[in-house]
């Protein structure tokens, strides 16, 4: 859904021409088709740092984390064209030159990396949109809210199975919900979920009224819900006790899941740096 659905859709609908939306966007939509946007290169999630590009009419370089890249037809890679300006190729997975190594994060979601070894460029197809810049920026945002919004209904499962549990587990004949310093806790996250909510709530509105001020929205939802689901699925599984690593459990999957959407799309430091910057600072 992320990957195909959200960015990459998106991506084709911000970039790409409305003969290319025409063709690819029923087959995407229907899911004859699946998509996913090669963007990352380094180490860390830095989508201006783009080294991919067309040298004498080849595309070599290296794509990393391309999210359920390893299962999907189309690939929307972000690179630099001939002339040194950036651009969105569309390309089949299965085009001469791709190679394409499948690897599995710890929450157990598909990502891949992927090779582009003197991709012919007579072979690829470019989106053709005006405003290509803008258009990728705008498709990471909205990728970027929808995935603090998944990341929001999931801390707010943790908590609702946490409060839950300590209502029911007995301690020497007392429930553990009746300990005040668990209720502080508790207390703690619920307000820590509330803020964050509301500033994701508030970047999907302004996806909804195309907000000027999206990526200032975007970065501020983000780096809440990357903190808030940090410490939610920590002290769920801590106030669980040895059972919330139990693979009975789900507690152990939510925490390996907020690792993986800390880091996906920006860490709150990037965010915050983000943030920042679009404020002048």
């Known amino acids: 859904f992320l990957s195909s659905v959200v960015f990459a859709q998106n991506l084709l609908l911000n970039c790409g021409s409305r003969h290319q939306i025409e063709a690819y966007l029923p087959k995407l939509i229907s899911g004859d088709q699946t998509g996913s946007v090669a963007l990352d290169e380094g180490r860390f999630f830095n989508p201006h740092a783009t080294e991919l590009s067309v040298v004498d009419g080849r595309l070599t370089g290296v ?53 582009f070894n003197g991709v012919n460029d007579a072979h690829i197809e470019w989106l053709e949109g005006e405003s290509v810049d803008t258009g990728i920026t705008r498709a990471i945002d909205q990728a970027t809210i929808v995935l603090a919004a998944e990341m929001m209904g999931s801390a707010r499962e943790l908590l609702e199975r946490t409060v839950e549990y300590l209502g029911e587990r007995e301690q020497f004949d007392v429930k553990l919900g009746s300990f005040q310093a668990l209720q502080h806790r508790c207390a703690q996250m619920f307000c820590e979920l509330e803020l964050a909510e509301s500033a994701v709530s508030a970047a999907l509105t ?76």
């Open 63 to 115: 794509k990393t984390r391309v999210l359920n890249g390893q299962t999907s037809n189309l690939l929307l890679c972000v690179a630099r064209r001939e002339s040194g300006a950036l651009g969105v190729a569309l390309i089949p997975r299965d085009l001469a030159g791709v190679e394409v190594e499948a690897k599995r994060a710890m929450d157990l979601h598909g990502y891949a990396s992927i090779s």
């Open 206 to 281: 302004g996806l909804d009224e195309n907000a000027a001020n999206l990526s200032l929205l975007c970065s501020a939802a983000k780096a809440l819900a990357n903190d808030c689901f940090t410490l939610i699925s920590s002290e769920a599984v801590q106030l669980h006790g040895g059972m919330g690593v139990t693979e009975e459990m789900d507690m152990g999957l939510f925490l390996k899941r907020s690792r993986v959407c800390n880091q996906l799309l920006g860490s709150s430091s990037y965010h915050r740096d983000r943030f920042a910057r679009l404020n002048e600072f």
